[in-house]
């Protein structure tokens, strides 16, 4: 009889070592043979899921503490492990620090603080910041606006090619991709149009009297209900003006607003998805620039839509306009008339805001005419809203094409000239 050969000789020991190994752990009970038997080599084995294992429940009994080798400063047998102890520095490491807990804080406070910031998105939009803010929303710019828009007078020099080409250079002329992203064109063409908007400054001599900032700080308090409120955080871009902007409604206007219901949401709660604060300074009012500032009025607040991980729905998007529009003016009005609550101002105060994604605007002027916001009733704020206003229906690099027929020419297509003019309408707010 033929000796194997070495292949054979290797199958064997295999298969004898597979034998070998199901039988250890099946007498072990760690892994469970299942189906085919392990004679011909092939064997299906499937893990068996320990169990948990429950940590004893420490007891301490005054007076039977355990002697550990604590004091010996070396291991001792037959003597238990001492408990950790925390190291602390005898230095201060950022590092390594930790926070106290809040109600070992300085500023702890039993009543809850509910806080708006640029992240928040709130459930129920528009309605709800205008409880929030005790605001009447009207749905359409004010007519000293949309006659501005009109007027014929003023208007740049080749207007339209001049904002088509703006369009173009944001979508089109700004990167060598294929594709400019909605974060990068939406931020340029809002720069294009503003300065645009800036070549009227010789023949309007009161728009020098403004800055652009942007990265500042906001904060202000208030009281609605039984409940406090905080508006805190960085909206975007602003337009600050050494004058305040002129009063959209008189004084028969602003009392008419007495009559005013505003809208409810039952059953939901007009604090929900705002940050809830225990820990908090109570009389927060900084406008985001210091005492004495050339330019302490804010003329127009500017919003970026874009793809980021804290986007926002339209609706969630026009309210944090519309709240930090109110945050501006209110903290305004708290530097000029104190933080006491004012029924009626002698004189209101108003803010513009524009939001953009780069191709629907959003177009706001809010007034502020009580700070007293603890109640429904009385005279109520006021903001004017114009939404979703496209200012062109696409901007392609490649045409869109359907069944071998163009359904979008490649360029800019459907461009609308009346919202540029709405749009240079609240930059000249003030200014005409």
Not at 130 to 139: E, G, M, Q
Not at 340 to 349: A, F, M, S
């Amino acid at each position: 009889m033929a000796a194997p050969s070495s292949l054979a000789r290797c199958q064997l020991s295999q298969t004898g070592f597979l034998r070998d190994l199901s039988l250890l752990c099946a007498h072990r009970g760690i892994l469970q043979t299942q189906g085919r038997s392990i004679s011909g080599g092939q064997t299906f084995f499937s893990a068996r899921k320990a169990p948990l294992r429950k940590e004893p429940e420490k007891v301490e009994i005054p007076g039977l503490e355990l002697v550990t080798y604590a004091d010996r400063m070396h291991y001792v047998p037959g003597l238990n492990r001492p408990k950790p102890q925390k190291w602390e520095r005898d230095f201060k490491d950022p590092r390594y620090y930790r926070s106290p807990p809040p109600t070992m804080m300085k500023l702890y406070k039993e009543k809850p603080c509910y806080v708006y910031n640029q992240r928040s998105n709130v459930l129920e939009g528009v309605p709800q910041a205008a409880w929030l803010t005790k605001t009447k929303v009207i749905p359409t710019l004010p007519p000293q606006l949309l006659s501005l828009a009109e007027s014929s007078t003023d208007v740049i020099p080749n207007q339209e090619e001049r904002v088509q080409n703006a369009i173009k250079q944001a979508r089109f002329w700004d990167t060598t991709e294929t594709r400019t992203p909605k974060e990068r064109y939406s931020v340029t063409l809002l720069h294009n149009l503003l300065h645009l908007c800036a070549s009227l400054q010789p023949s309007h001599p009161a728009l020098s009297r403004r800055i652009l900032a942007e990265s500042y700080d906001l904060g202000a308090t208030w009281t609605r209900g039984d409940e406090l409120f905080q508006i805190r955080g960085r909206s975007g871009l602003i337009h600050c003006s050494m004058d305040p902007l002129p009063v959209i409604s008189e004084r028969s206007e602003v009392h008419s607003t007495a009559d005013h219901v505003l809208e409810t949401f039952y059953p939901v709660s007009p604090t929900i998805d705002l940050q809830k604060l225990y820990v908090y300074k109570e009389n927060i009012n900084c406008t985001g620039f210091l005492d004495g500032c050339l330019y302490p009025h804010a003329h127009t607040l500017y919003f970026f839509e874009v793809e980021t991980q804290y986007r926002l729905r339209p609706e969630q998007f026009r309210a944090k306009m519309v709240m930090f529009a109110f945050g501006n003016a209110l903290a305004r009005a708290h530097k000029l008339h104190g933080t006491d609550p004012q029924p009626l101002l002698d004189r209101p105060i108003t803010v513009q805001a524009v939001g953009t994604n780069g191709r629907i605007f959003q177009f706001m002027v809010f007034q502020l005419n009580t700070t007293d916001l603890s109640g429904d009733d009385g005279v109520k704020n006021q903001i004017w809203i114009d939404e979703d206003v496209e200012l062109y229906d696409f901007a392609k690099v490649r045409p869109l094409i359907k069944k071998k027929v163009v359904q979008v020419p490649a360029g800019l297509a459907g461009y609308k000239p009346e919202v540029f003019r709405k749009f240079l309408a609240l930059y000249l707010h003030g200014a005409v």
